[in-house]
């Protein structure tokens, strides 16, 4: 499919997709660095930077512990993945303690960061829900006071045949509602 944006945009928001297709080889620390670098300038509210990356390597001992978390949907085609990443972000401000009301809005500006620079750098970068929170909380300690957000799994483009029949039929960019289903101007007028 091809996508047309309705009004005028930079091209780099249409070519980002979610493929699921990876090869398995290895990305390059430096290319890591520069996703990471591309999520540090994201805006955040008092310029707090809540979100925080939680990430392992392929061939790693980490690779598993954090494979671990997926459900098996997930796991049949993040397997060839690169790099593993749990976002997370802190629900208080560091210079006061008080609630960040916005961190999981400013912890997705990072991501989005993050994915339209793997998109431009030509790797897959594809935000996942489906793996344990409850668990990735306990085994990765993670404290009380940190939102676990998403997974995201990282890695080359790859041959669409490792993935099952039904990945298949998927494997293609999908459409975006039109923009006057999710504006209003002046009150709220949504299904």
Sequence with gaps: M???????????FINRWSPRAMSGETITHEELMSLFEAARWAPSSFDNQPWRFIYAKRNTPQWNILFNLLVEANKSWAQ????????????TFEYNEKPARTHSFDAGSAWENLALQGSEMGLVVHGMEGFDYEKARNILNIPDNYTIEAMVAIGRPGNIKILS???????????RKKVEEFISEGVFNFK
């Design 165 to 175: 029949p039904e990945q298949q039929k998927a494997e293609t960019p999908s459409d």
């Design 2 to 12: 091809k996508r047309h944006a309705d009004h005028k945009i930079n091209n780099l």
């Design 80 to 91: 060839h993945a690169a790099v593993l990443l749990l976002i997370i972000s802190r629900n």
